[in-house]
């Protein structure tokens, strides 16, 4: 915990004590950590400092989502109110949470920018796009596409019901791993960074015990990519030309596409920084901001979802962050 | 921001999906926030949270009470002391400076702030700087170094028990000790070393840098003095092969014409406080005499470094090695007792060995060792992992001021390498080059040879002639009367009898000089006793041994090609 020390305004004391809890106050958020991963714990203790200087929940959630903002992270409003109320509780202080909080401005998707982007390659199809891939995706299967993805002896969930712990762990390499479903109702999911395979109390759901939490994660290695807003092509034309380690593509079984991004952090909060800093441009493009976690489970390939296939497109288990388009060369040119 | 990320953000910008204001701010705020001293925050506070974040990154480091980073110029890594006015930049890669503002409904906001060049003085000279990691020096190889009794290989990164930052990776392999030793052995075998005891010193400097960077060597460690009878003989680029094998250069120090020794003085400080591992002094003509060197190699704590423009640095001294060359080491006492004296002959017409590490002619053995150097250096630490498992043994040779040095080299060299003792004719060498009269000695009876008169005697009026000829200064003939020969006999008339005193011969070096009385007729025919000398050579010539076989598979030798003499 900093240590704050006495306001040397205040010592002069021709200031109000008003201000003066203010600015201690003001210094006590400023010393806190703001960082990917840091922000509840930093918000929490916050608000309690708040309500033991007796200062009032607008201001105190004013400061804090102020700050959030300027470092460029991302906040719940509900989630603050309930913070402010329950540490206003918590210090014997008056809850006066505010009523409303002003939610700070997010990148937003720009269509313009999307057709502009794709408009420099125009043509992006699936079919060429598996022309593309240094692996021949046409003759992959779900449990190939783990090997080529993962490490061996890495676990990785898979999910047949969404919510859910999983009804599946496939260990990479090892050949007692069970069968991989063909497919469900809703489709096949995977978590996309390999887990322990354990249950761990999650702190941030009352403990519940999870083994799709981040307690379970073993190495922060992807990130997924998918748009709900981009019409196919144009995103896939924006795919191809963004400078990311692009290690496979694949449809949903639906209109969406996913695209799976290799990060190699080496922990959550430098997974998280990663993000942060990619958010910005990606969103704008019509990437989900909300499929940007690190415990996201995305589509398997080559697997059924009801009647569709959600269908492998492209597979570079060594992407080097060079642009699809800039490789230059087809696997298969006819 | 990794490197894909930077990417991402420089690609956006390029096609405009976000505008260059919004990528820095999105690289900006990767960074820690720091809020710059002034109303409730004091300047303690922030420069503990500033020195907290920059820690870890291992750039910034502290040196006898200074901030200083790692810098790269000319291919050369180095420390160098930061300056208020490029801490204000240099600060901002690794934070972002905040500062209180008010809004105008009383809110307290932080923006953004470039720090001064004051504030930065502050942060400077704030006691929190030694949150940041001591440093002592560099090395651009990995460091063998013994933990809890056994080796221990510190591959890379700061290594806060020795304070050295490694700043290259270099794979290192188990080579097998015999394979070790005849690839080292193999490195020296083209050159002319006067005694097997020089050829066992070279060998020990080569092995000496890995031992003390260590700190299996506790104590001092002598100057590589290397000394050859001619110019181009390759004792300066023995010495840079050393540290080549280190993955390293050597830092030269020469003496600049317009100044005295106020100049080596300097670039000896410079140097130092660049924290370069192999400091050269290359070919120092006449005596050679640097106070502060003297110093330097027995100091038991820190020694005052000074550059130029810069204040005094205390370095670590057991973090550098010494190298000396010249064609004629002429030296003090005090500097000759604490050298390792390594003589060479030049090999006059011999074509070097071709070394062709990948089958490709590059050049001589400096190039092969630079290009096979995971390899050489693995041979280096498989002779140190040797030694550490025969219980780390010593001789009782004590022939040497640094005798722990000596005692450690000269097992080594015996018992492993199978080479000559350490020493052997080691003091008499430093007793040579501690004595003006006896370098002078030999530097003239290295002339003779050259033109094949030894064993003639001659007067001292023809060996004047002969100094004329090959540039061989007399001590005590002032400068500008040194083409007198009237001065220049009675110089040498009277550095002889300091020589010979009532004695007829006198032994210097590999020479024997005798002297002869002979009546000899003047210009008016009457006949007057004058002095000879005649220089004998006392111990033959020690000629290199032919070529090792070869137990390098690495690494290939290419037919002798006359490529021309790579030193």
């Not at chain 2, 990767?30 to 710059?36: A, D, F, G, L, M």
């Not at chain 2, 670590?316 to 002959?345: C, H, W």
């Not at chain 2, 000269?410 to 370098?439: C, S, Y």
Request: proline share 6%; glycine share 8%.
């Amino acid at each position: 915990m900093p240590i704050i020390k006495p306001s040397r305004e205040f010592e002069g004391s021709d200031v109000s004590s008003d201000a003066s809890s203010l600015g201690c106050y003001a210094e006590y958020v400023a010393a806190l950590n703001w960082g990917p991963g840091e922000r509840d714990q930093s918000a929490w203790n916050a608000f309690l400092r708040a309500g033991s200087l007796g200062i009032d929940g607008e201001t105190a959630a004013k400061i804090v989502t102020d700050y959030i903002h300027t470092v460029g992270g991302t906040f719940s409003p509900a989630k603050i109110r309930s913070q402010i109320r329950r540490a206003y509780e918590h210090v014997g202080s008056k809850n006066d949470a505010p009523g409303f909080i002003c939610k700070a401005p997010k990148t937003e998707f720009s269509a313009d920018k999307l057709k502009s982007m794709a408009a420099k390659v125009p043509g992006v199809h699936p079919e060429l796009l598996q022309a593309l891939s240094p692996v021949a995706t046409d003759a992959v299967s779900s449990a190939q596409f783990l090997e080529h993805l993962y490490k061996p002896g890495e676990k990785v969930v898979v999910f047949v019901h969404y919510e859910s712990q999983g009804q599946l762990l496939y260990e990479v390499g090892a050949p007692t791993s069970p069968t991989l479903p063909e497919g469900g109702p809703c489709g096949v999911w995977f978590l996309v960074n390999p887990v322990d395979g354990q249950f761990h109390p999650n702190p941030r759901q009352a403990d519940k015990q999870s083994r799709r939490s981040e307690e379970s994660v073993t190495s922060w290695r992807y990130l997924v990519l998918e748009s709900d807003v981009a019409e196919t092509n144009e995103w896939l034309s924006c795919l191809v030309q963004l400078p990311l380690k692009i290690a496979a593509i694949y449809t949903s079984g639906g209109k969406s596409i996913h695209a799976l991004v290799r990060i190699d952090a080496v922990s959550k909060k430098q997974w998280d920084h990663e993000r942060d800093a990619m958010k910005h441009i990606v969103v704008t493009l019509g990437a989900d901001a909300n499929a940007m976690t690190a415990v996201r489970l995305s589509r398997l390939p080559a697997t059924r979802r009801g009647e569709a296939t959600q269908h492998l497109l492209y597979l570079d288990p060594d992407p080097d962050g060079t642009p699809i388009i800039s490789k230059g060369t087809t696997r298969n040119p006819s | 921001m990794s490197d894909q990320t930077e990417a991402l953000t420089n690609f956006a910008v390029k096609v405009g999906i976000i505008d260059p204001e919004t990528a820095e701010q999105i690289k900006a705020n990767q960074k820690p926030p720091v809020i710059v001293p002034g109303g409730v925050t004091s300047i303690s506070e922030s420069a503990e949270k500033l020195y907290r974040e920059i820690a870890p990154s291992e750039q910034l480091f502290l040196r006898d009470g200074n901030v200083c980073q790692l810098i790269e110029s000319d291919g050369v890594r180095k420390l160098e002391l930061l300056k208020p006015a490029a801490a204000c930049s240099r600060f901002e890669d690794f934070v972002r400076f905040l500062k209180p503002a008010k809004t105008k409904d009383g809110t307290t906001l932080f923006v953004p702030e470039v720090i001064s060049k004051e504030t930065a003085e502050k942060y400077l000279t704030a006691g929190a700087k030694s949150l940041l990691p001591p440093i002592e020096g560099l090395l651009r190889c990995p460091l063998i170094t013994e933990r809890h009794g056994k080796i221990h290989i510190v591959s890379e990164g700061y290594d806060p028990t020795t304070k050295l930052l490694i700043t290259e990776t270099v794979k290192i392999t188990d080579v097998p000790l015999v394979e070790a030793v005849e690839t080292l052995k193999r490195l020296f075998q083209d050159f002319h070393f006067q005694t097997p005891g020089d050829g066992s010193r070279a060998i020990a400097s080569l092995l000496t840098p890995a031992l003390k960077f260590g700190g299996f060597i506790k104590g001092p460690i002598p100057a590589d003095a290397a000394e050859a009878d001619q110019s181009q003989a390759g004792k300066g680029y023995r010495q840079q092969m050393t540290a080549a094998a280190y993955n390293d250069t050597c830092a030269v120090v020469t003496k600049p014409e317009t100044s005295g020794v106020g100049g080596l003085e300097e670039g000896f400080g410079t140097a130092l406080i660049e924290g370069r591992p192999f400091i050269q002094f290359d070919n120092i003509r006449g005596k050679f005499s640097l106070q502060g060197l003297e110093s330097f190699m027995t100091a038991t704590g820190t020694f005052p470094a000074r550059a130029a423009y810069s204040k005094i640095i205390q370095v670590d001294p057991s973090k550098f090695t010494i190298m000396i060359s010249s064609n004629g080491y002429q030296t003090t006492v005090d500097l000759a007792n604490r050298s390792s004296i390594i003589r060479i002959y030049k090999r006059t017409g011999y074509t070097f060995k071709a070394w062709a590490p990948r089958g490709e002619y590059r050049g001589g053995i400096r190039e092969f060792i630079q290009d096979a150097q995971p390899f050489i250096l693995s041979c280096v630490f498989a002779v140190v992992r040797e030694w550490h498992q025969r219980g780390k043994p010593r001789t009782n040779d004590n022939r040497h001021d640094f005798r722990e040095w000596c005692q450690i080299l000269d097992w080594i060299t015996q018992n492993i390498f199978k080479a000559a003792p350490l020493m052997d004719g080691h003091e008499a060498a430093q007793e040579r080059v501690a004595n003006p009269d006896h370098t002078f000695l030999r530097s003239l009876a290295l002339a003779l040879s050259k033109h094949y008169k030894l064993g003639v005697p001659y007067r001292p009026n023809e060996l004047f002639e002969v100094c004329e000829e090959d540039g061989v200064y007399i001590p005590g003939v002032p400068k500008d009367k040194m083409h007198e020969e009237k001065d220049a006999n009675t110089a040498l008339g009277k550095l002889m009898k300091r020589v010979f005193g009532d004695t007829q011969s006198a032994e210097v070096d590999v020479y024997t000089i005798t002297r002869s009385k002979e009546k000899v007729e003047g210009n008016s025919h009457h006949t007057y006793p004058a002095f000879f000398y005649t220089f004998n050579l006392t111990t033959p010539p020690h000629e290199p041994q032919g070529e090792h076989s070869s137990a390098v598979s690495s690494c290939k030798k290419a037919d002798e090609v006359d490529k021309g003499d790579p030193l």
